[in-house]
């Protein structure tokens, strides 16, 4: 396993981690025997990183994190990141509880590393009137956590004042190949944390899948210059070949995930300036097709009327992406896009800053069409 030291973390991380997110599932809930399957994988083809958060699940995830990793295996094996949800503070919680939640569901006494989560420019502002910039570093120096951070969804420009606002550890970023000089500008992103001498962890470096299962076109182009590479490791080579690169996460959700990625970062390859050249043309081939840039996190879920957001843009994006349109109107039956009231709250919650509500009724509109 290609392995990562930098001197802000103190630690040597394995480059590929462990995202845990999207872990198995059974019933709609997370199936800890496959999840233990699949961590004992990780564990054995040498990952050390771990990767979760209080909002995961509705907290299953930490919960699982627990039974599959923290109960079988010695705390000094792994290193884990957990991060604080500030959105929920106007709510009713306290930091200090959403912390105390997080190392009781994970059955730690200490995260190695803890993030502010989904820092965007309204986040920012609540960290700001709740003291969460004092509050983290205190348990950075009571012993609570190791490194203090945050992960970031917003501008270049939002980024420069939380850079400036603390001496970081670490940073992590959306980065992966079709982000890099588009819209969400991760270049200018990455070079600021890079220029600070911040370690970077990669988060979405496959794009919520996307670029796991792309347009034929980009899958055409990428199989004739290797045909014996997926289109994820592209994708995961992209991150991992930039060199302020600590760990690419990864939300590998089965064993045919795990044992690909475990075989590529086992005999890491960067890639070559002709390979980077060709994920260019990539772009610009995706960049064609008027996806909407949804990741799957569903940060949107809690619709009060239950409308399965990232589940219709999947779908659009996949008849779109495949030519099938003709398929979208029997794809989001039975997903509640009608029921929309246009209340805004998803938009809120949302890392990509979709215009959620504009882009329900395309989807319902193309539907129609179809």
């Known amino acids: ?15 590929l981690g462990l995202g845990c997110m999207r872990f198995p599932q059974k019933n709609g809930k997370i199936d800890l025997l496959e999840t233990e399957k699949l961590v004992d994988a990780c564990i054995a083809g040498g990952i050390n990183y771990f990767d979760t958060a209080y909002v995961y699940g509705d907290g299953d995830s930490e919960n699982a994190v627990k039974r599959t990793l923290v109960e079988r295996y010695p705390r000094e094996r792994f290193y884990l990141a957990n991060k604080l949800p500030m959105w929920l503070l ?17 059955g730690v006494t200490y995260f190695d590393n803890y993030l502010l989560h989904n820092l965007n420019q309204e986040n920012w502002e609540i960290c700001k009137k709740e003291g969460l910039v004092d509050f983290i570093f205190a348990q950075k120096a009571a012993g609570v956590i190791r490194n203090a951070g945050f992960s970031f969804h917003d501008t270049p420009e939002v980024l420069s004042e939380i850079l400036k606002a603390a001496d970081w550890d670490f940073v992590q970023l959306q980065i992966n190949y079709y982000d890099w000089e588009t819209a969400q500008r991760a270049k200018e992103q990455y070079e600021m944390v890079a220029a600070r001498g911040i370690p970077c962890i990669i988060m979405e470096p496959v794009r919520g899948g996307s670029l796991a299962s792309p347009h034929p076109d980009v899958v055409s182009l990428l199989a004739d210059a290797n045909p014996k590479a997926s ?128 882009e329900l009724k395309k989807v319902l509109s193309a539907a129609l069409q179809a």
């Open 1 to 15: 396993m290609e392995k990562r030291f930098f001197h802000k973390l103190g630690f040597e991380t394995s480059l």
């Open 90 to 106: 106007p709510e009713g919680h306290t930091p200090q509880e959403l912390l105390d939640t997080s190392l009781r569901r994970t």
């Open 231 to 358: 289109p994820a490791s592209w994708a995961l080579r992209f991150a991992g070949s930039l060199p302020n690169t600590a760990v690419v996460l990864s939300g590998m959700s089965d064993m045919a995930q795990v044992t690909e990625n475990l075989r590529l970062f086992g005999q890491f390859q960067p890639l070559s300036g002709v390979e980077n050249k060709l994920l260019r043309q990539a772009v610009s081939i995706l960049e064609s097709l008027p996806l909407i840039p949804c990741t799957g996190c569903n940060y949107c879920k809690d619709c009060p009327k239950d409308v399965r957001i990232s589940n219709a843009f999947e779908a659009y994006n996949s008849c779109l992406r495949f030519d099938k349109m003709g398929d979208l109107k029997t794809r989001i039956d039975g997903l509640h896009l009608p029921d929309c009231i246009e209340c805004g709250k998803c938009e809120g919650h949302c890392p990509q800053h979709i215009a959620i509500r504009e």
